[in-house]
């Protein structure tokens, strides 16, 4: 069965600390791997798409990564505006829709 | 609008009533997805539709729940004979193309007593 799992559910760091949030999946023929963010009473909003095993890409604190198992969402120097949900979605097989998993609840505190 | 907007935002009522949620979607996006998602999860796939058909509806749950979408822009979630597990909040989000990057509304959140 295909599957998207994030760790860890909860997350809090101070300012500056920085960590990784893991995605895990069990899909077969993955298409794309897909990095939101989403704000309380917010939509998912888009940061990252990846396509294959060694691709990274970047945006200001964060970095994505993926390999054939798993992707890793880095965050550099979190500030507390970097708090929010970050959700992990898979798009595979011949599937038109995405597969996300449980996010995990990012807090950076002051 | 700039963005995909869903109405209405909050909706409370009662077990067995019928609901309609609304999306319009960005301008000349012809994917439009409806997903559902439960406090504390991720979202869980509906329905999809590519122009104006339902391309892909296996993640409605059950025959109570119904979409359309007849001009191909705005979309309408039905909901009969609402339930109490019904309660969650609905998503709606739009794209160009089948890539994967979506644009999501804020949601419709439904409150079934």
């Known amino acids: 069965e295909d599957q998207v799992t994030q760790s860890p559910e909860a997350l809090r760091l101070q300012e500056g600390e920085s960590s990784s949030l893991n995605c895990s999946y069990t899909v077969s023929g993955l298409r794309g791997l897909f990095w939101y963010r989403q704000d309380p009473g917010k939509g998912p909003e888009f940061l990252f798409t990846?396509?294959?095993a060694g691709e990274e890409k970047e945006k200001e604190r964060l970095k994505a990564t993926l390999t054939k198992k798993e992707s890793f969402l880095h965050i550099t120097a979190p500030k507390p505006e970097d708090s929010a949900t970050y959700l992990c979605?898979?798009?595979?097989?011949?599937?038109?829709?995405?597969?996300f998993g449980s996010g995990t609840q990012l807090t950076v505190l002051p | 609008g700039a963005g995909v907007s869903q109405t209405p935002s909050n909706k409370v009522t009662e077990k067995g009533k019928y609901v309609e949620l609304r999306c319009d979607p960005i301008?000349?996006?012809?994917?439009l997805y409806w997903y559902r998602q439960s406090l504390g999860q991720g979202p869980e796939f509906l329905i999809y539709f590519q122009g104006t058909g339902a391309a892909d509806d296996s993640g409605l749950p059950n025959d109570r729940f119904f979409a359309v979408r007849p001009e191909g822009s705005v979309s309408t979630l039905k909901i009969q004979r609402t339930e109490r597990g019904d309660s969650a909040v609905y998503l709606c989000?739009?794209?160009?193309?089948?890539?994967?990057?979506?644009?999501f509304g804020e949601g419709s959140r439904l409150t079934v007593l």
């Open positions: 979605a898979c798009l595979f097989g011949s599937a038109r829709q995405l597969t």
């Open positions: 990846l396509y294959s």
């Open positions: 989000a739009s794209s160009e193309s089948n890539t994967g990057e979506l644009f």
């Open positions: 301008s000349g996006h012809t994917a």
